[in-house]
């Protein structure tokens, strides 16, 4: 089995920032691409940033600048670096990796639980 598990969501002021990790752990053959996706109340999930095994990155226009993905390919860990943080970036953050796994390495994408982000005064 694979698990991906968040760390570092919580409670920030506007313009504060935090740093989100997920580790993936299991019988991991291969992690290919690794991201973070955010759903606030009442919207639909929606991309935050990717980044491939190679480490070449793509993120939303609303957090270019602001938000950085990086991945420690040694831990099997993706990190969001998130600074100058809205109210607007108010959601649950998901990670999600596409990773081959198990004897024959099947390959399909897998999420972590959820951490919280809430950017308030």
């Given at each position: 089995q694979v698990q991906l598990v968040e760390s570092g969501g919580g409670l920030v002021q506007p313009g504060g920032s935090l740093r989100l990790s997920c580790a993936a752990s299991g019988s991991i053959f291969r992690i290919n691409a690794m991201g973070w996706y955010r759903q606030a109340p009442g919207?639909?999930?929606?991309?935050?940033?990717?980044?491939?095994?190679?480490?070449?990155t793509n993120a939303?226009?609303?957090?270019?600048?602001?938000?950085?993905?990086s991945r420690d390919n040694a831990k099997n860990t993706v990190y969001l670096q998130m600074n100058t943080l809205k109210p607007e970036d108010t959601?649950?953050?998901?990670?999600?990796?596409?990773?081959?796994?198990?004897?024959?390495?099947?390959?399909?994408?897998?999420w972590g639980q959820g951490t919280q982000i809430t950017v308030s005064s």
């Open positions: 919207k639909q999930r929606e991309l935050v940033a990717t980044i491939t095994s190679g480490g070449s939303a226009d609303s957090v270019k600048g602001r938000f950085t993905i959601a649950v953050y998901y990670c999600s990796a596409n990773i081959s796994s198990g004897t024959f390495a099947y390959t399909r994408n897998y």
